[in-house]
T-cell receptor
Framework: GNSVTQMEGPVTLSEEAFLTINCTYTATGYPSLFWYVQYPGEGLQLLLKATKADDKGSNKGFEATYRKETTSFHLEKGSVQVSDSAVYFCALIRERGGGADGLTFGKGTHLIIQP | DADVTQTPRNRITKTGKRIMLECSQTKGHDRMYWYRQDPGLGLRLIYYSFDVKDINKGEISDGYSVSRQAQAKFSLSLESAIPNQTALYFC????????????FGPGTRLTVL
């Protein structure tokens, strides 16, 4: 079956530090990959996505590249801010036939940015 | 106004009680989903629906049932709640077609005593 593995948290960084959150996946076929972010007390919001190998998703200074050879989709940001503090989820959806069967999520990484 | 709404936002109930969580959307999407979130476990899919007549079990459907009353409404029921169903529940919607993102509601925090 499908699975997503991401680094355990919490991850604590100082403001302006470089961020990497690792994500690897297992899936048959060609999944689409996503990063979602959950701010305190809120639902999940899409941060970025990639739908095929070598695609790079980017948004709000965050980037992730779909690496089929290493089955990875690591999230990076060059200079984090306090407002980036949140829980980040890596997820995949394996397109199947005429539809999709819901997202498979990693366990989430809690990111804490200190001023 | 929020595109995906959930009611109630918080609920405390007792073991054995029947509970219904409701989800409504104004996005016009065909596909709707229910997930639960537990600390350290991420989100797991309970049920999903491609349209009013197409409902499918997800990864953890035991102890839950759903009803798709209309394109815009998708309810999750716990027939006899138990403490290990204490969790944060999210509804999500998605347009048909490939590669489209899911849009999440704000969540319902359910506590079963």
């Amino acid at each position: 079956g499908n699975s997503v593995t991401q680094m355990e948290g919490p991850v604590t960084l100082s403001e302006e530090a470089f961020l990497t959150i690792n994500c690897t996946y297992t899936a048959t076929g060609y999944p689409s990959l996503f990063w979602y972010v959950q701010y305190p007390g809120e639902g999940l919001q899409l941060l970025l996505k990639a739908t095929k190998a070598d695609d790079k998703g980017s948004n709000k200074g965050f980037e992730a590249t779909y690496r089929k050879e290493t089955t990875s989709f690591h999230l990076e940001k060059g200079s984090v801010q306090v407002s980036d503090s949140a829980v980040y989820f890596c997820a995949l959806i394996r397109e199947r036939g005429g539809g999709a069967d819901g997202l498979t999520f990693g366990k989430g990484t809690h990111l804490i940015i200190q001023p | 106004d929020a595109d995906v709404t959930q009611t109630p936002r918080n609920r405390i109930t007792k073991t054995g009680k029947r509970i219904m969580l409701e989800c409504s959307q104004t996005k016009g999407h065909d596909r709707m989903y229910w997930y639960r979130q537990d600390p350290g476990l991420g989100l797991r899919l309970i049920y999903y629906s491609f349209d009013v007549k197409d409902i499918n079990k997800g990864e953890i459907s035991d102890g839950y049932s759903v009803s798709r009353q209309a394109q815009a409404k998708f309810s999750l029921s716990l027939e006899s709640a138990i403490p290990n169903q204490t969790a944060l529940y999210f509804c999500a919607t998605r347009p048909g077609g490939s590669y489209n993102e899911q849009f999440f509601g704000p969540g319902t925090r359910l506590t079963v005593l």
